[in-house]
């Protein structure tokens, strides 16, 4: 069975600072997907960026980037230039072949004025 | 339209009722998932449907019951149910395996309490 694990259950930036998020999972698998979920305080979740194992490249869009370590299994959510509206939970999920979803355990992520 | 949507976004029940949550997408894709989510935990997989036919029942007490009626429509029919059944249930929806991006839409959730 997969594995997701989040290690940081609470998190806090400034402001237009940089934060990452770390992830890491367990797969024998070769291909495979995975995902940064947010889920803000109260609001619906919604998908902020995902990468397919076969690509080396990592995966960016806007402000989030991710760092993928294929071989030390390892999805880190990089967010820069913080706001306000980043203040949310946030889920590193891994999808197999059979298209099963498994979701960390979630890090909260407080951004501070 | 790439929207999932789910009704009631509120329900208060009790114990003896019996009551439906609603969840629909029309953006053509052919998997749908159910969700159950307490507060600040991830969401746990209840079911999947995949072409309108369940492939994956993660071993949910039968006083949850889904149904799928059509591609575009997916039910969880509710009755007997515990106060610990109390959570956020998520509705989600993917394109079906083949495709090139097979990531989940979420619904808003219904936010369920059990009296």
């Known amino acids: 069975a997969q594995t997701v694990t989040q290690s940081q259950p609470e998190m806090s930036v400034q402001e237009a600072e940089t934060v990452t998020l770390s992830c890491t999972y367990d797969?024998?698998?070769?291909?495979?997907?995975l995902f940064w979920y947010k889920q803000p305080p109260s609001r619906q979740m919604i998908l902020v960026i995902r990468?397919?194992?076969?690509?080396?490249q990592n995966a960016t869009e806007n402000r989030f980037s991710v760092n993928f370590q294929k071989a030390a299994k390892s999805f880190s959510l990089k967010i820069s230039d913080s706001q306000l509206g980043d203040t949310a939970m946030y889920f590193c999920?891994?999808?197999?072949?059979?298209?099963?979803?498994?979701f960390g355990t979630g890090t909260s992520l407080t951004v501070i004025p | 339209d790439t929207e999932v949507t789910q009704t009631p976004k509120h329900l208060v029940m009790g114990m003896t009722n019996k009551k439906s949550l609603k969840c629909e997408q029309h953006?053509?894709?052919?998997?749908m998932y159910w969700y159950k989510q307490k507060a600040k935990k991830p969401p746990e997989l209840m079911f999947v449907?995949?072409?309108?036919?369940?492939?994956i029942n993660e071993s949910v007490p039968s006083r949850f019951s889904p149904e799928c009626p059509n591609s575009s429509l997916l039910n969880l029919h509710l009755h007997a149910l515990q106060p610990e059944d109390s959570a956020l249930y998520l509705c989600?929806?993917?394109?079906?395996?083949?495709?090139?991006?097979?990531?989940?839409?979420f619904g808003p959730g219904t936010r369920l309490t059990v009296t």
């Open positions: 953006m053509g894709h052919r998997a």
């Open positions: 989600a929806s993917s394109l079906s395996p083949g495709q090139a991006f097979y990531e989940q839409y």
């Open positions: 797969t024998s698998e070769n291909n495979y997907y």
């Open positions: 999920a891994f999808m197999n072949s059979g298209n099963q979803f498994y």
């Open positions: 449907y995949s072409y309108e036919k369940l492939s």
């Open positions: 990468q397919e194992a076969y690509k080396q």
